[in-house]
């Protein structure tokens, strides 16, 4: 399998284009002058009609079946289409900080330059919106995009969506914006791309959708702002602390920051953190220190380190023990190949499925690894044979084993002096009381196939050994 980055666009199949349908939707009559148009038009909004002057199209076959599964559906994780929402933009951000890689015009200027999502809430209209200052779509784009799917087996997905309810597998399928009609009725993509001028995309899910020449809205400068108006039984899309909860849920691993405004106009980042300075560059790290904090039902990780290498070979890296060991973590040890640590080349996302980052007994680390020193664009094969990596991949041993050792350190009870303990304990000490065990009862057993497999780390991973008495 080839490893991609993930700021490449896809190769489309080629794929006929929609047919181009007169007059669907409301014509409004009697429309005069240009000012007027404008006026009518911005009305149009509230009234939820597609704009007259617009050109009208007809979706895909498949899609327009998709669309009406969607929307008369009882699916009731609603909340999905704003993961979809949210990945299209990261990936669009992607796209853009990708070429600017090479081009750095490509970004523009001022606000342009700033990769990041807003999300905001209208109360008073009931629009929610996403906007990213991503790659953007041209008129073409637009009509490709978001009215036909040009995968194989589209057929055969719709159906299985149909028969088995399941709208989770949306995303996975790669349709994952049309998720959108789960909450609302009507939607307006207005989009502005670096080759054309802005448009608006615009679509009641009935068959048909409408694009035309924005000349309603503010200038994006460039990117993409998705305008939800809910549906009368999605109102809780409006909320902010739903929103919120959803936005952490969903970015995760999102390296570009995401501001939530509501309509009080409170601007507030979310995911936010106190000790941590929201220097782009440090982004994907930034996240890291949520994900550290937020996940796994509240439970804290058992250790983590952050760390920068510099010199030949410049990485940074966020590794961490989980606090629990995945239930399978060895029951295909030999077999499988999974990694738990992403791999970003200069802060673009390239794979998490990367396992020569790290040996097997170490599997069970989580992180995150971005280095300035590996290739953007290479398949699975170029990456493994890069000098670099072993450079990397014993720096990232020595980092965890360093990790481990201290989490045995700093605990209290694994200090046979009785003095240090006594001043530990007046300390911060309590929250690392017994952390040690539970890491030996966890992952014991992964330092043991250490022991057997890294000949070079045997003395390191030996004194992390620990025996019942
Ligand atoms: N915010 C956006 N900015 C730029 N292009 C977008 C944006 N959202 C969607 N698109 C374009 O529309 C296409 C269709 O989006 P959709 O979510 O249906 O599928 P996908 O993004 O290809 O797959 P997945 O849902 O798995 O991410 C995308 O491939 C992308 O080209």
Known sequence: RKIQAHA???????????????????????????????KREAESISRRSLRANAEKFEFQAEVSR?????INSLYSNKDIFLRELISNASDALDKIRFLSLTDKEVLGEGDNAKLEIQIKLDKENKILSIRDRGIG?????????LGTIAKS???AFVEKMQTSGDLNLIGQFGVGFYSVYLVADYVEVISKHNDDKQHVWESKADG??????????EPLGRGTEIRLHLRDEAQEYLDEYKLKELVKKYSEFINFPIHLWA?????????????????????????????????FDN??????????????????????????APQDLYESYYNSNKSNLKL???????????????????????????SDTLPLNVSREMLQQHSSLKTIKKKLIRKALDMIRKLAEEDPDESNDKDKKDIEESSDSNEKKGQYAKFWNEFGKSIKLGIIEDATNRNRLAKLLRFET
């Open 8 to 38: 490449e666009s896809e190769s489309n199949a080629p794929v006929d284009p929609p047919k181009v349908e007169e007059k669907i939707g409301a014509v409004p009559s009697g429309l005069s002058t240009d000012s007027d148009v404008t």
């Open 66 to 70: 998709l669309m009406d599964i969607i």
């Open 137 to 145: 779509m041209t008129k073409e784009d637009l009509i490709k995009n």
């Open 153 to 155: 087996g589209t057929s």
């Open 208 to 217: 048909a959708f409408a694009v035309s020449e924005d000349v309603w809205n």
């Open 263 to 295: 309509s009080k106009e409170v601007d507030e980042e979310v995911p936010a953190d106190e000790d941590e300075s929201s220097d782009e560059d440090e982004t994907c790290m930034h996240d890291m220190h949520i994900f550290l904090k937020e996940d």
């Open 299 to 324: 439970e804290k990780p058992l250790s983590w380190s952050h760390f920068t290498a510099e010199g030949d070979v410049e990485f940074k890296a966020v590794l961490f023990v989980p606090p629990k």
């Open 344 to 370: 970003y080349v200069r802060r673009v996302f390239i794979s998490d499925e990367f396992d020569e980052l790290l040996p097997k007994y170490l599997n069970f680390l989580r992180g995150l690894v971005d």
